[in-house]
């Protein structure tokens, strides 16, 4: 085994699991300072002072971080990586005819393995620049998905597609399911991979397929996500069609319980806050895209009154146009103060423990990532605060959240390998993949084009 690495930032933020007695401090607002992180293979061996790791580990190579702040690294809980491809082609359409008119249309024509691992690679790369150390992905031909997390080193967790139309990748609900599955399988030993169970919406899925899903959760201890109450028409729709609001439908079915993502959560009654927090399930806040598309926002305030777990996630390129973790989460703390009228709501370090543990629960990878704590992954971001713009740093985790951008993003780590390193990959093959799939947007763009203008 290599020799241990010691990293030696200025501060170090932990997190840590929530505080058991609101009177003690939020563990997610500790600050380490001169303290180290000491990292053996994948896991994190030490968090000591740094005088004492220097003595406990007197031949480790030394990392020395002054002015920046080390953190875990980011889990951005909903994206659809392959979508870089289509940055820009239905902007400013509200989401059922961005769906309908714009993106369904051109994924019908576009999609295969090429096209996903082209686009995810592009994706993923924009996101480990921005600090994500693990995302989890809902796209077709998942195995191409894979093969661009493995290349750049990041973790990743696909989601097991099932929508009941037939695309390029499967033909029915039954053909998706039985090859995420199969899919699954092959990749049980890849200690960086891990999938979902993840139909698409209420209203795109039957009951019946929905029962089977939440039937196979239970059996293979997979989590379950789902898009759900993005816009009032998908509410309107189904009290109409079910009798019942989607939430209450999915409930019926036996899909709502502790291994639940629900996407979006937008258009919420207190009843449905309620049964997500009686039943132990997570939400997924994708702010810049419920904006973008004018869904609407998330009552995310009254969500953590509740208790319920909140993840942030950036969903994909064609509704956000950027996979940036860290404007997500000024931006969810910023929405939930100015809708629930409280200053209070969502404070800085609530919000980074909804980018990093409490996304990594929702998960399920709670044991493994979202926190520095000895024995789990080495999963780090450190972030330089010492630019011009961000002086002087009173409060570092306030910084993180509130005046922070990707761009202060300087090293990440996954699973103790050093994958960015000044803002650089750290692998010149990957950079030189990079490279080339930059070159062949060029081929995508034209193929969008010649579909839009009618040419194919």
């Not at 971080?65 to 239905?90: D, E, I, K, T």
């Not at 630019?387 to 202060?408: I, K, M, N, Q, T």
Request: proline residues 6%; hydrophobic residues 45%; negative net charge.
């Amino acid at each position: 085994m290599p020799n241990p690495v010691l990293i030696a930032p200025q501060w170090i933020v932990p997190v840590g699991p929530p505080r058991v007695d609101p009177r003690e401090p939020d563990p997610a607002h500790v600050v380490l300072a001169d303290h180290a992180v000491v990292v053996e293979g994948e896991r994190i061996a030490a968090l000591l002072p740094l005088a004492q790791a220097q003595q406990r580990y007197p031949h480790a190579d030394t990392v020395a971080l002054p002015g920046h702040l080390l953190a875990p690294g980011f889990v951005n809980l909903h994206s659809h990586a392959a979508m870089a491809l289509l940055r820009g082609v239905g902007d400013d359409l509200p989401l059922h005819r961005w769906l309908n008119q714009r993106i369904w249309p051109l994924e019908s024509r576009l999609v295969g393995a090429q096209f996903v691992r082209d686009g995810a690679l592009l994706a993923f790369h924009e996101m480990l620049l921005g600090g994500v150390t693990c995302v989890n992905d809902m796209y077709f031909f998942p195995e191409a998905a894979i093969e661009a997390a493995s290349t750049l080193g990041l973790r990743s967790v696909h989601g097991i597609i099932v929508i009941d139309f037939p695309s390029a990748y499967a033909s029915d609900a039954g053909d998706y399911l039985r090859k995420g599955l199969e899919l699954r399988d092959r990749m049980r030993d890849e200690s960086l991979v891990g999938f979902c169970l993840a139909p698409h919406a209420p209203y795109t899925v039957t009951d019946d397929v929905l029962r089977r899903i939440a039937t196979l959760s239970r059996e293979l201890g997979l989590p379950i996500h789902t898009h759900v109450h993005e816009t009032l028409e998908e509410v309107e729709a189904s009290v109409a069609r079910h009798g019942m609001r989607p939430l209450e439908r999915l409930a019926d079915l036996g899909v709502v319980g502790p291994e639940l993502i629900a996407v979006h959560a937008v258009h919420m009654t207190d009843g449905d806050l309620r049964l997500l927090a009686e039943a132990g399930a997570s939400v997924a806040h994708c702010p810049h895209s419920n904006l973008k598309l004018a869904s609407g926002i998330a009552p995310t305030a009254r969500m953590h009154e509740l208790g319920i777990g909140v993840g942030i996630g950036t969903d994909g390129s064609a509704s956000n146009n950027r996979l940036d973790l860290l404007g997500e989460a000024r931006t969810a703390a910023l929405l939930a103060k100015g809708q629930s009228g409280s200053a209070e709501a969502w404070p800085a370090a609530r919000t980074l423990r909804a980018m990093t543990l409490d996304a990594a629960r929702a998960l399920g990878l709670d044991d493994r990532i979202g926190s520095i704590e000895v024995g789990k992954q080495a999963d780090l971001v450190a972030l330089d605060l010492s630019a011009a713009e961000l002086a002087p740093v009173f409060d570092p985790v306030s910084h993180l959240v509130y005046s922070c951008g990707r761009e202060h993003v300087q090293h990440v780590w996954v699973a103790g390998r050093h994958v960015v390193r000044k803002r650089q990959i750290t692998d010149d093959a990957v950079k030189l993949q990079i490279g080339e799939v930059v070159a062949r947007t060029t081929v995508w763009h034209n193929r969008v084009g010649e579909i839009l203008s009618g040419q194919v």
